[in-house]
């Protein structure tokens, strides 16, 4: 069951309403995420988290240009959405969980007027077909 205090997301995932996000840090955020790149670069660390990946593959993996990645993980990394961790010579980039709890704590925040768990599960919508891996810089 559902407690005051937090959100169901699927997958029997909850989180807790623990940080709360401005409209302005909100913004950031979806900015951030407004971009073909830095989206696919996103998706595909959430889909291997919680390990993450090193730069170098992740670059591999989409086919970006490792400056132009740099770029864009850092982009990510300020606005909250990822986390970086050294590995020898490597770097590796996996989700701030906590940077997608306050982002979806905030859109939902106020969802259904109170009642967010008419908004769940989030993970069970229907995923778009046809969307290429490759994407440009």
């Known amino acids: ?37 830095r989206l696919q670069i996103f998706r595909l660390l959430v889909k291997h988290s919680p390990a993450g990946l090193a730069a170098g593959k992740i670059a591999d993996d989409l086919g970006v240009r490792h400056n132009t990645l740099s770029t864009h993980v850092a982009i990510l990394t300020r606005a909250g959405l990822l986390k970086s961790e050294r590995d020898g010579r490597s770097i590796i980039y996996s989700v701030n969980p906590q940077g997608i709890k306050s982002l979806l704590a905030y859109l ?27 994407i440009a810089d």
């Open 1 to 37: 069951d559902l407690r005051d205090s937090q959100l169901y997301i699927g997958c029997g995932l909850y989180f807790e309403f623990t940080r709360h996000m401005d409209t302005s840090t909100a913004v950031d955020t979806l900015s951030a995420l407004a971009q073909p790149s």
């Open 108 to 134: 939902v925040e106020d969802c259904c007027n109170g009642q967010p768990e008419l908004c769940t599960p989030i993970s069970s919508a229907p995923k778009q077909q046809g969307r290429s891996k490759r």
